[in-house]
Nanobody
């Protein structure tokens, strides 16, 4: 099994910045992609940003130009720098990893979630 541990959420005023961190541990053979999703109350979880091991990235339109995803492959970590925060960014943010725990066992893993609250 792979475990994901997140940190960095909290309360911030609109226009401010926060940085989320996530580190994978446990049985890791290889990680294909790591990223961040978020879930607003009463809504489905949605993609925020994802970065694959080849360096390709994908961002939700709502965060382009404000959020930056980065990875440290040596540390099995992913980060989300969130600038120019808006109240609508308020959500629970989940770290996600897709990868292999053995050469043949591919699966998807989630962190426990971290709350980000942006006040107006």
């Amino acid at each position: 099994q792979m475990q994901l541990e997140e940190s960095g959420g909290g309360l911030m005023q609109a226009g401010g910045s926060l940085r989320l961190s996530c580190t994978a541990s446990g049985s890791i053979f290889s990680i294909v992609a790591m990223g961040w999703y978020r879930q607003h109350p009463g809504k489905e979880r949605e993609l925020v940003a994802v970065k694959n091991s080849g360096g390709g990235t994908n961002y939700a339109d709502s965060v382009k130009g404000r959020f930056t995803i980065s990875r440290d492959n040596a540390r099995n970590s992913v980060y989300l720098q969130m600038n120019s925060l808006k109240p609508e960014d308020t959500a629970v943010y989940y770290c996600n990893a897709r990868g292999y725990t053995t050469p043949f066992a591919h699966d998807e893993y989630w962190g426990q979630g971290t709350q980000v609250t942006v006040s107006s």
